[in-house]
Each structure stands twice: as C-alpha cells, then as structure tokens.
C-alpha cells in the first residue's frame, strides 16, 4: 500500500491514517489505521497536527508528495500567474488579520488593559518567586485579588474581556500571563453562576495560583518546540505536585490548594497526577481545570498559533461532558458563545458574516448572517466558524 504525506488542510473524511500521530509533547493521538472523521480533523486542529500520512491505491497520488511540484509542469506564463494569485490572496488575508490587530491594539482600552496585565504578571512572579526562595513566606493574597479585578473591571462586557484576551494571547504564552488569563476566566465564570463574592475571590485566586508548580521547571522545558523526551514530559506533569508543595502550608483556603493539586484531574479518571474521578476532585479544581483548558487551547504557544474558540467549543461539545462535570461545563460554553453573540466571524469557505443567534444544542454551531443569508452552521457538517474577525 502506498502512502502519501498531506497538508493538514487538505486532510478529509474517511482517508485513512498511515503512521501514528502525535502531539508535540510525545502523545498519541490518532493510532495508525484510523479512518479519518471530522472529529479527526478537530482533533488535528486543536493539537496543530500540521501535516498527516495518509494511505492511497492510486499510486499516481503517491508521486507527489507535495502539491507545488505539480505546478513546476505548467508553462512558464501559466506558473507565473498561478504565483501572483496566490501571493495575492496570501498577501490579503495577512493584511486583514494585521489592519484588525493594529485597529485593536491602538484602543485605548486595549492599551490600558495590555498595561495592567503586563504589570500584574510581573508583580505575581516577583510575589510568587519570593515565596518559592523563602519557604514559609506568604504574599500579599489581597493584593493580587485586587490587581486582578482592576483588570477586570475594565471590561464589564464580557466580550470585550474575550476579545482583549485573545489578542495579549497572539504573541506572549508566559506563564504568569496564563495563570492571570485564568483568574480573570475564573472571575467571569464564577460570576455567571452567580458565586458570593467570598467564594469568588477564592476562585480567582485559585486560577491565579494554578500553575505555581511550573516556576520550578526549567524555561528550556516550558518553552521547548520540539517533542518532549519522556523524560521532560514526565517533569512537566509533576509540576501539580510540585505546585502543592509550595501552597501547602500557606493561609489560604482549602480549596485553591486543591485547585493546584488537581487541576489536571479529570472526571472520567483520565487525568494526573493521581486519576481521580468524579466527586474526588474539588468543584473549584474542575472549574480552574475547564478555564486552564481554554486559554490554553486559544492561546499562541511556541509549537503551534492559537485556536479559534468555536473550534475549542466543539472539542468540549464532543469529549468534555465525560472529562469535565456537566453543572460547569455547560453553563462555562454557554457564557462563551453568548460572548460572542454579534461579533464578526470567517467562516471556513472564506466568508464573512456576524452570529445572530445560538443553537443550544450545538452551541459550536451558532446561526451566521453572511449578507442577507442566514446561515444555521447546526445544518452545515461541512462548514465551520474558522475565527473571530
């Protein structure tokens, strides 16, 4: 049987994998023999899968393994406009994706905003840094609170925070701005259940916290692009116990403790570092692991660009009701895509339109304005929400 190696976006259903496929940290994620499902390609996405072997009969298909060298066989004149159209449409979609970055980035709440952010996480890493040098020191824990919900209260719109969110996400992945990305997740979703303000602030200092453990992991790991040894892999997932070490003795509620040492548990056991299930692990460590989850996944990372929130949506949609509880969970999606209502997206066939309204059942899926057409994405298997514009 031949094979061929593809570009992920030209990767279809019911092709057929021909190698295993991993993640950049040495995890297996779709066996060898797989036939591939628009779960497959999902998958893909979310884990930036850039390019997959796939097994063919036509062995003609297998002499190219790279669709350009097909256009090397075209008349000169003929190649060269094949070039100036694609530059062209390369060139075009670059320029719209930057026109709105430098549109949002020129606000000036996104300037104040990006500000705080910045000055927050280096006050949380000289606090957190501290500690970790002198055992037995505690910070200043309302301060950090408090840092955080000036941000907050810069946005009372909750999708004006996401949309904010997204863009410091596009080009920083520091630690420190992803455990504050997670507070301020944490801090709208606690106010979506409509939390005490006590409980609250518990939380939010619970996401600030999170990932306190990773301080003690060398940068060189944190920040590695390539596939992880067993070795490194098997460092990084002891930073929740590293993480309780830390917090152990400190003054602070049970639950942000707990909240460090099992944000990687999972409901259906599948998680680390100990594979609890369900009631075993604290209510606040499931909601931190589902906001850790989401910035993590639309956050830019060194392996990979950011994922699109719809695209996350739906990976929750398809494995998150085993792996997360339901009483989270779902109120957690549902204040996401209400985020988003009104906003301007790009659908996957190129075009443009603006959410009008959300399908409860498939909240990945919402109804699309494109011109005068309504679109119901819940009735397009095909067709997609490809990013926020």
Known sequence: MKTRTILAKEVTPDMVVAEDVYTYSGQKIIPKGTTVSHRTITKMKLYSITQLTIQIENEELAEVDNPLEEAKELPNSDLLAYAQENKKKALANQKMGDEYIKIIQQTREYTQFNRNVYESAKKLEYSLSTFIKKAGQDFDKNTLINQTKEIIMMNQNPMNTFHILENVREYDDCTFIHSLNVAIICNTFGRWIHMSKEDLDILTLAGLLHDVGKMAIPENIIKKPEILTDSEYSVVKRHPNRGYHIVESMRIDERIKNAVLQHHER???????????????????????????????????????????????????????????????????????????????????GREGRIVLNNKNALSRPIVLVGRELVDLSKEEDLSISRIA
Do not use: W
């Open 267 to 349: 409901c259906d056991g599948s998680g680390y570092p100990y594979g609890l299930h369900g009631e075993q692990i604290d209510d606040f460590a499931k909601i931190v692991a589902i906001a850790d989850i989401y910035d993590a996944m639309t956050s830019a990372r060194v392996y990979r660009g950011p994922v699109c929130p719809f695209e996350v949506i739906a990976m929750f949609e398809r494995e998150g009701y085993e792996k997360f509880e339901a009483k989270f969970i779902i109120p957690f999606l549902e204040g996401i895509v209400n985020s988003y209502l009104n906003s301007h997206v790009v659908l996957s066939d």
